[in-house]
C-alpha cells in the first residue's frame, strides 16, 4: 500500500462522519457536470461529500445526475435561481465536514487533490485556507496553454489588495469553522463575490498553496 493511501484510510476511519463536504453549484452546465461530478467520485482521499446545488437550471441537469442519486455521499439540492453566492452558501450550510471544498460543475479534480490538501492542513493548524494550482481547458476538454499568474501563501491579504485574485475558487478549501466566522459569500453582490471572501479571510487567517 502506497503512503499516501495509508494517510487517506487514516483519515477516512478518524470519524464516520465527511470531513470535507464538496459544495458544487451549478446553473445549466448539465454537458459538464458528470466529469465534475467523477472527479470527485474518483478522489483517493474518501472521507467526503457532495453537495450539488442545482440553481435553477433549465437544461438537462436532472437527467444528467439522476444516474448518481443512489451515492450515499452525494446530496442535490434545488433553489431557484438565485446568483452564485446564494447557491453556494446553500451548499455550505448544508455541510457536515469540518472542511468546505468548492467545485464549479465546469471544472474537475486531479485524484489526489483532496488528499494533498488535507495533509497540509494537517501538518499546518495556522492555515485555514489551501488552494492549488490549475490548468485551463477548452469546451472539448483539451488543455489551454496561457501565462501563469503568480500564487502565494502564508499571509496573503498585502499581496491580494489591490492586485487580483490570485486563489482559483475550485482549487480552494477552507475550515468551515473560519467560514461561518467571516460570514460566508455576500449575497449582496453578484460580481467578485469570491474574491471579497478571500480579502475577508486573508485578514483572520493564513493560506496554503499547492502547485
Known amino acids: 500500500m502506497t503512503d499516501h493511501l495509508m494517510f487517506s484510510e487514516k483519515m477516512t476511519r478518524m470519524n464516520e462522519c465527511p470531513q470535507v463536504s464538496v459544495v458544487m453549484p451549478s446553473y445549466n452546465y448539465g454537458q459538464f457536470i458528470a466529469q465534475a461530478i467523477t472527479s470527485v467520485i474518483h478522489q483517493t482521499f474518501r472521507g467526503w461529500e457532495l453537495i450539488i446545488v442545482n440553481n435553477g437550471s433549465t437544461d438537462n441537469t436532472d437527467e444528467v ?22 447557491a453556494k452558501n446553500v451548499g455550505i450550510r448544508n455541510a457536515q465536514g469540518d472542511f468546505v471544498a468548492f467545485l464549479d460543475s465546469d471544472d474537475w479534480w486531479e485524484p489526489t487533490k483532496l488528499e494533498e490538501q488535507m495533509r497540509l492542513f494537517s501538518n499546518r493548524s495556522e492555515v485555514g485556507v489551501v488552494y492549488t494550482n490549475i490548468r485551463l481547458a477548452d469546451m472539448s476538454g483539451q488543455e489551454i496553454h496561457y501565462n501563469p499568474v503568480a500564487r502565494y501563501q502564508g499571509k496573503i491579504l498585502s499581496h491580494m489588495y489591490g492586485i487580483s485574485n490570485f486563489v482559483p475558487f475550485s482549487s480552494s478549501m477552507a475550515r468551515r469553522s473560519l467560514l461561518s466566522q467571516i460570514g460566508l459569500l455576500d449575497e449582496s453582490i453578484q460580481i467578485g463575490t ?18
Open 65 to 86: 445526475i439522476q444516474p448518481y442519486l443512489h451515492h450515499p455521499r452525494i446530496k442535490y439540492l434545488k433553489i431557484p435561481n438565485s446568483g452564485q453566492a446564494v
Open 194 to 211: 469570491d474574491y471579497d471572501l478571500w480579502l475577508r479571510v486573508s485578514i483572520e487567517t493564513e493560506f496554503g498553496y499547492i502547485p
